[in-house]
């Protein structure tokens, strides 16, 4: 039952004990000897990562891929390929042209790499689904992926030229839509909008080019059945009580939030909530200990809505 136990957490309900996800990402490839950029780009090798990650850490969900370039090269943005790490945006066809203006066309399942994700999918559901493993689909959310059509210009038009910030977002937010379709077709049972950037602005601003656009995707994951979050990274202090209500059923967080804060912020809006494993001081850089730091993170997790994953 490890797959409803981490639905179960997702959708703030209580559960018997903490579910746990690794948020593998290009760790699969290190884990299975590959380069990152070679891993991803064979479904075989992608599946068999993702696969060998889930059983060694005995986990009852895990990404298909943690790759926020996915949406943006698959409208366009070329890519600069790394060995261990996810590839880079290097090309912004909005640095200076709207969405329209670029003659941008959303995306396809024959864009880009969906063509490999679709494959890699169908080769790792049914060995997850034998482990009782959740394949869990993340998508780009609509400030970053607005950031790698525009560029950094993005964090200061959404100030000063606000209308050609909310058209790039909007458009972010619709490419964010069908990618939560290609998804949940892979039967991907949790999918989450991953945002990182949008810890860096305002509330006011989050909910002006954030909250609206994610909600195209977060209807078709709803609309389809399937499970919902919102990935933040950074100190989203300023922003949580948003995230909270943008309408998924839980988020996650990064290592800089404070649990306690977290875990009453999600309670009170009844939705579920994940992290809080130290990635960098714990689990990169050993200057704090993963057992005694997953002991804090769990103790005050606890079992009500709360999903034990790398920060």
Known sequence: MAKQMLIDAYRGKRTEKPPWVPYAGVHCAFLINEPADKMLQDPELLAKGVVHTAKRYKADGIPLVFDLSVEAHSVGCELKWWPDNVPSVKTHPCSDKTPAEAGLQMPTKDSGRWPILFEAARIAKPQLDELDCVLMGLFCGPLTLASHLAGVRIFTDVYKNPEFASEVCKFA?????????FYAEMGCEIIAIVDPVASQIKSETFQKYVTPNSQPAIKVIHDAGMTSSFFICGDATKVMKDVCTIGTHGFA???????????DLAREHKVGFGGNLKLTLALSLGLLSPREDAIVSLAAGGQHGYTFAPG
């Not at 967080?253 to 875990?263: H, L, S, T, V």
Request: glycine share 16%; aromatic share 4%; hydrophobic share 50%.
């Open 253 to 263: 967080i990064d290592e800089q939030m404070n649990m306690n804060f977290i875990r």
């Open 173 to 181: 937010g619709e490419i964010g839509a069908i990618a939560a379709g």
